[in-house]
Antibody, heavy 118, light 110 residues
Framework: QVQLVESGGGVVQPGRSLRLSCATS????????IHWVRQAPGKGLEWVAV????????NYADSVKGRFTISRDNSRNTLFLQMNSMRAEDTAVYYC???????????WGQGTTVTVSS | QSALTQPRSVSGSPGQSVTISCTGT?????????VSWYQQHPGKAPRLLIY???KWPSGVPDRFSGSKSGNTASLTISGLQAEDEADYFC??????????FGGGTKLTVL
């Protein structure tokens, strides 16, 4: 079955960096785009970034543009999110979600928690 | 870009129907057929309920239905059940490989 498993979350100081991973299985990873979506404590979902199946298209929410970098390794069926210059407002549960062929998110991971605090 | 507008909360009794609205603009909800809805129980990951405004993924009961008129999409849940109590989020493609979510609606089953 389709599985996405996030890892790499933790507590980080403001201004520092963190790298999240999303390991996938149960589908042909190289045929699908993948999103990162986050949810601050007690808040709604916020789209963060997307990368196309072959990396040809990448885009970011304005709130993370210039600080976060999404990438993928199709040989390892894994997605990454490099987060630099982190801020308190980046504190959230970060989910990876598969981009279905009709622009929705059909399978989600269980999330990894990131806390930015001094 | 601001989130799509959803009511903060709705409620209904078992067996009743409720509708959750999701209002955007012509640049997102009104401009594309790519509106989707997600259900999220506390502490859990979101689950896809509806995509392309009206379509069901496999495994989702047809008690959940979607529609759209202009810049407003709607999710209707009929025959409310206790397990439907959850948060519901709409999401729309908004062009140039960007997506936008609604603020979320808490459904209470009375």
């Amino acid at each position: 079955q389709v599985q996405l498993v996030e890892s790499g979350g933790g507590v980080v100081q403001p201004g520092r960096s963190l790298r999240l991973s999303c390991a996938t299985s149960g589908f042909t990873f190289s045929s699908y785009g993948i999103h990162w979506v986050r949810q601050a404590p007690g808040k709604g979902l916020e789209w963060v970034a997307v990368i196309w199946y072959d990396g040809s298209n990448i885009n970011y929410a304005d709130s993370v543009k210039g600080r976060f970098t999404i990438s993928r390794d199709n040989s390892r069926n894994t997605l990454f999110l490099q987060m630099n210059s982190m801020r308190a407002e980046d504190t959230a549960v970060y989910y990876c979600a598969r981009l279905a062929h009709s622009y929705h998110m059909d399978f989600w991971g269980q999330g990894t928690t990131v806390t930015v605090s001094s | 870009q601001s989130a799509l507008t959803q009511p903060r909360s709705v409620s209904g009794s078992p067996g009743q129907s409720v509708t959750i609205s999701c209002t955007g603009t012509s640049s997102d909800v009104g401009g594309y057929k790519y509106v989707s809805w997600y259900q999220q129980h506390p502490g859990k990951a979101p689950r896809l309920l509806i995509y392309d405004v009206t379509k069901w993924p496999s495994g989702v009961p047809d008690r959940f239905s979607g529609s759209k008129s202009g810049n407003t999409a709607s999710l209707t849940i009929s025959g409310l059940q206790a397990e439907d109590e959850a948060d519901y989020f709409c999401c729309s493609y908004s062009g140039s490989y960007t997506w936008i979510f609604g603020g979320g609606t808490k459904l209470t089953v009375l």
